[in-house]
């Protein structure tokens, strides 16, 4: 097969490039360049599109001895990830910025130019596993990114291709040193790639700007503080709420509840936070069959944790397809802007992958 | 390389000596340095003192830019305009615009017309109005990306005619179309080896004896002390024997690669959407081809045509670490989409007919099937 294997410039895109080398595959090299800052290349700080990322994916291609090129996908990227991104922090959510980008770039925009261009399949570096269309976590739990990658449909899914998903992280870093790649020890990215400073809070200010609301008591409807805008909040957020006085009980108090319209953050004890049944929009059935009734699995609600036993039901609700998912137990942290994963359990194979959706509402009250 | 170039190289390196020094060994090699220099001047039409070794074509360009610059606004520190092309290399440019953030330069663009050439009119209303205002002009002698080949001498003279000393960045025409430095009426002119089949990393900037610049790099005193470092012999070789060998053939290399740029044209002009970017005949580099398909992406082009074995390049090199859209195509007037569907082929010593032919038999499909990627992957279409 053709080939083409995204290469961030970190070691596991590396190890998955060359993996599919050795399969025996005709393997291209490319680079995206995601920043919209034309001299980030040139002064560019670490992230996934520093000039030393670019750097660090081409010589590994040398390595390889494959043939790499760098294609611009700035204006893409910040028109589906980077604006989505900031328009969802606006309106009280908390978008997963990675979700977006398998979505609307890696495995929409770039396999849609790799076929075009005669590719047969998308390698990339993500820990999942995936067989016969089947999508599974990884091996490695620790570094499982099957949550990111369950936004995929079926036809995504079936021009890709995750070379490092059954293997531990460490052995991709063994095996990329035995390989000669000078990637093998470089450390895991993390935070979110286009805010290389890890200080969200800040880029979202600065582009949204001053939006004067309330902190108030779920309770009593007290008003605690004031702050600057919705998008420094994030449902279960404990830290830098701005209240000055504990709370009557003693008790730490969280963000349970953020209304964009009025600027509203509201904050409670640990029993607000509880959540015993999500809908979830833009729904995405793995299989590419819609079920048809409900199904028993695990839900999962954000990218590390946030696992409950639950029953989904597909549903069409506003000419969308959306799933209703009443957990068994309560989960705390559902945060609007999320993804709400579906997975069948699986200890031997790894957990399945059945479906996805986009976490619009919550609710505390358990469905009788 | 030319072979030749290589031979003569290897022989330097085999008995290797400091052109400083006074011993044995040192007046071999500054025997050697001398007489590549001084090659070099008979080739180009200057003094053997005109010439400053540099350490490649760049250096030779920042320290025209720099150095002149800074001269000039020592003599008088009202000269605060540095007046450039819109297509110069970034080697132009960025000095330029680093002056202007750092030093107080105050970077004038000088507009190019639709085939990418500098009109000699714009440069007198210009001078006429700032000449006294003026540190330096600066103007490519041959445009890298679309091969247009500029009005120097008139451009010259206008600088002669106002005192301003005009250098002229002749990186892609030394070696490839004739250059006469005396009779150009420059004040700097900067070559670099590798573009003429000699060693990278080996350069030159021609400088008149009369024109101030102020050293980039202090030290030993090398090169009329305004370039210290102790020189790159086997360089200096190597770039004299490929600009002798280069001058030698120039007539007999440009009707053949002539021909064969403009069979290649032709091929490239029959694909559905195709048009050639820069001038036509005698005013276009001989071998250079510069083309923009419609509606597809450069950088998609680039990479089938080299899966085919066909080497060719979006933008200029040295920016091709991404492929922006490039700012040639923008100063001659053309939007994003067109400046980013365009390839640029470059033709030389080794290229043979079986190459075009190649080119030629591959190029139609090639575009199909990037046109076809282009759309898919940009929203509603090309990008504009």
Known sequence: MRVLAAMSGGVDSAVAAARAVDAGHDVVGVHLALSTAPGALRTGSRGCCSREDADDARRAADVLGIPFYVWDFADRFKEDVIDEFVDAYAEGQTPNPCLTCNEKIKFAAL????????????????????????????????????????????????????????????????????????VADKPDSHDICFIPTGDTRAFLGARIGIRPGAVVDADSGERLAEHEG??????????????????????????????????????????????????????????GQVPDGPVDCVVQVRAHGGLAPARATPVTRDGEARIDIELAQPLTGVARGQAAVLYLPDEDAGDLVIGSGRIIGTSSLAKV | MLPEAVEAMTAVYAHPGNASSLHGSGRRARRRLEESRESIAAALGARPSEVIFTGGGTEADNLAIKGIYRARRAENAARTRIVVSAVEHHAILDPAQWLADNEGAELVVLPVDVTGVVSPDDLRAELAAHAASTALVSVMWANNEVGAIQPITELAALGVEFGVPVHSDAIQAVGHVAVDFAA??????????????????????????????????????????????????????????????????????????????????????DVPGASVNGPVGALRLPGNAHVTFGDCEGDSLLMLLDANGIECSTGSACTAGVARASHVLLAMGFDMAHARGSLRFSLGATTTDADVDAVAQVIGDVVDRARTAGLVSVRGGVRS
């Open chain 1, 230 to 287: 919705v998008h420094g909040f994030t449902i279960g957020q404990r830290k830098g709420l701005g209240i000055e006085a504990p709370a009557a009980d003693g008790k730490p108090r969280y963000v349970t509840g953020i209304d964009p319209e009025s600027g509203t953050v509201t904050v409670g004890s640990a029993e607000h936070l509880q959540v015993w049944t999500i809908e979830a929009g833009r729904a995405v059935w793995t299989s």
């Open chain 1, 111 to 182: 396999a849609d130019k790799a076929i075009a261009l005669g590719f047969d399949a998308l390698a990339t570096g993500h820990y999942a596993r995936l067989s016969g269309g089947e999508l599974r976590r990884a091996v490695d739990d620790d570094k499982d990114q099957s949550y990111v990658l369950a936004v995929l449909d079926h036809a995504q899914l079936s021009r890709a291709m995750f070379p490092c998903g059954d293997t531990p992280k460490p052995q991709i870093r063994d095996e990329a040193a035995r390989r000669g790649l000078s």
């Open chain 2, 184 to 269: 150009s009426g420059l004040s700097a002119l900067s070559l670099a080896a590798h573009k003429f089949g000699g060693p990278q990393g080996t350069g030159a900037l021609l400088l008149r004896r009369d024109v101030a610049c102020v050293p980039l790099l202090h030290g030993g005193g090398h090169e009329r002390d305004i370039r210290s470092g102790t020189q790159d012999v086997a360089g200096a070789v190597g770039m004299a024997t490929a600009l002798r060998i280069s001058t030698e053939s120039m007539e007999s290399a440009t009707t053949r690669i002539t021909r064969l740029r403009d069979r290649l044209l032709d091929a490239l002009l």
